[in-house]
């Protein structure tokens, strides 16, 4: 990962950057970085907000896996996260399908996106930020958890070091990642409203399935989730 890097003082979004780069024929692991982006997003059209100090990175990753198992790539990239994070003493927790939390508030987000045969996958990690900076009530930062800034290089560092491990797993022994996964895990066991785009479905999030797919106890019985936004319930 990270043969070719582009680093920005400002971008309206590294996604849209490593669009750009694709269609001009980018290859696999080329990494954009911007130190602010005007324009950040986030999952399901969220703007995510995107100041100085904050790690803002999207990878270009023309997979080797078929395109049947192209879901994979996230929820590797969340245990790959999570793993760079605790290897800086911070013990980050996955809350399904991928975002990191760190005592129940989201220190990082990913987004993966499709383009042509390739995935754009977008990380956003609250790094030397204070938590009013990010827009959200429910954010935390390192600098907040850690007590001091990060070296957003090793950072950089790490994560890459973690992804292309995980992604390699990813084809190979996906199993092997959603162990890792489940030990690293915040929702499973809690009682949850998951909103999709087919609606709205609470449950116990009991388990994941042999691809990822959150497995939700219901009254009606057991609904299997491939997309979603978890919100944890009480009880
Ligand atoms: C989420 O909603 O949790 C995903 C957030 C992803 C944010 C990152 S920051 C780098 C890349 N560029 C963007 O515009 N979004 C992603």
Redesign the pocket.
Known sequence: LARRVEVHGELP???ERARELVRAGAGHGTAVLARV?S??????G?Q?V?PPGGL???LVLRPELSLGKLHRITPAAAVAGAKALWELGVEARIKWPN?LLVGGRKVC???AEGEGTCVLL???LNANLDPEETGSPAATTLRRELGRDVDLLRLIGLLLGRLETELGRAGEDFGAVLDDWRALDCTLGRRVRVRRFGGVVEGVAADLNSEGALLLETPSGTVEVFEGEVEKLRG
């Open positions: 979004s590294t996604q982006q324009g950040g997003r986030g999952r399901r969220r995510w995107s803002w990175m999207s975002d987000g990913i987004l977008g990380i956003g």
